[in-house]
T-cell receptor, first 116, second 114 residues
Framework: GAGVSQTPSNKVTEKGKYVELRCDPI?????LYWYRQSLGQGPEFLIY????????DSGLPNDRFFAVRPEGSVSTLKIQRTERGDSAVYLC??????????????FGPGTRLTVL | GENVEQHPSTLSVQEGDSAVIKCTYS??????FPWYKQELGKGPQLIID?????GEKKDQRIAVTLNKTAKHFSLHITETQPEDSAVYFC?????????????FGAGTRLAVHP
């Protein structure tokens, strides 16, 4: 079956612009995670959704970052007033959301964001 | 909060040799430890995971060991092949919140030379 998909695969923008990054999780997965991966580093947690609600947004760097998942499936990560330091690969992962939480996360290919 | 350290940062082996990557974690509440393989331009792919109720798990050429007392876990790859070349990440998480917030190590770049 289809895995996690992310669009666009690459996004180049100018400092100060607004961007949206989209994630399509595996069908039926209730849990959705966003991570950010800087060059040469491991992914860093940004936000977790269970269904439509953001259950943990403690990893969002500041209030320029926001994410939604209005129908409990597709999620959009929104970044306002982009800065050069926002340049990274943004990864989305989904899981079945089993009770207890220790189920496998499946990652998408990521969106590489470059802020000029 | 949780902190995961991973060593070495780079590892070069000859085809057929074994490779070992080690990670330590700080949060004693962590109970889930996955390993991911990431190839260039792709997202991380789970290769094996272990939960805190077992000390070792094996899947063909790959094995993971966990020492909860010392708070460290290791990935062992035997009979390495060139296609094993990639960046490997360990991670740790606690299910205390009912979900799986993964904390990753910085990664190990493995090169397998024919």
């Amino acid at each position: 079956g289809a895995g996690v998909s992310q669009t666009p695969s690459n996004k180049v923008t100018e400092k100060g612009k607004y961007v949206e990054l989209r994630c399509d999780p595996i069908s039926g997965h209730t849990a959705l995670y966003w991570y950010r991966q800087s060059l040469g580093q491991g992914p860093e947690f940004l936000i977790y959704f269970q269904g439509t609600g953001a259950a943990d947004d403690s990893g969002l760097p500041n209030d320029r970052f926001f994410a939604v998942r209005p129908e409990g499936s597709v999620s959009t990560l929104k970044i306002q007033r982009t800065e050069r330091g926002d340049s990274a690969v943004y990864l989305c992962a989904s899981s079945g959301g089993l009770a207890g939480g220790l189920d496998t996360q499946y990652f998408g290919p990521g969106t590489r964001l470059t802020v000029l | 909060g949780e902190n995961v350290e991973q060593h070495p940062s780079t590892l070069s082996v000859q085809e057929g040799d074994s490779a070992v990557i080690k990670c330590t974690y700080s949060d004693s509440a962590s109970n889930y430890f996955p390993w991911y393989k990431q190839e260039l331009g792709k997202g991380p792919q789970l290769i094996i995971d272990i939960r805190s109720n077992v000390g070792e798990k094996k899947d063909q050429r790959i094995a993971v060991t966990l020492n909860k007392t010392a708070k460290h876990f290791s990935l062992h790859i035997t009979e390495t092949q060139p296609e094993d070349s990639a960046v490997y990440f360990c991670a740790a998480s606690s299910s205390s919140g009912g979900y799986n917030k993964l904390i990753f190590g910085a990664g190990t770049r493995l090169a397998v030379h024919p």
